[in-house]
């Protein structure tokens, strides 16, 4: 839910949401037009841990 666009996490009676939402959307994006993915990693009380992966292109030997 966190990637979709507009959309925040966090307790609406105790946080204040900060921002528009659109950060992991756009990051997703990017990191998807170069053939990468972005994913997250969470436990309830323990934190995030977002990580990113991207193909990589190894030059022919001349």
């Given amino acids: ?11 609406a009676l105790t946080d204040k949401p900060q921002g ?3 950060g992991l959307p ?3 994006q990017i990191i998807a037009h170069f053939g990468g993915r972005l ?3 969470s436990k309830a009380g323990e934190g995030a841990t ?4 991207l ?8």
């Fill in 50 to 53: 977002f990580s990113f992966a």
């Fill in 26 to 28: 756009i990051s997703r």
């Fill in 55 to 62: 193909p990589l292109s190894v030059p022919e030997k001349s």
């Fill in 39 to 41: 994913w997250v990693q």
């Fill in 20 to 22: 528009t939402g659109l």
């Fill in 1 to 11: 839910m966190i990637f979709e666009k507009f959309r925040q996490a966090g307790d």
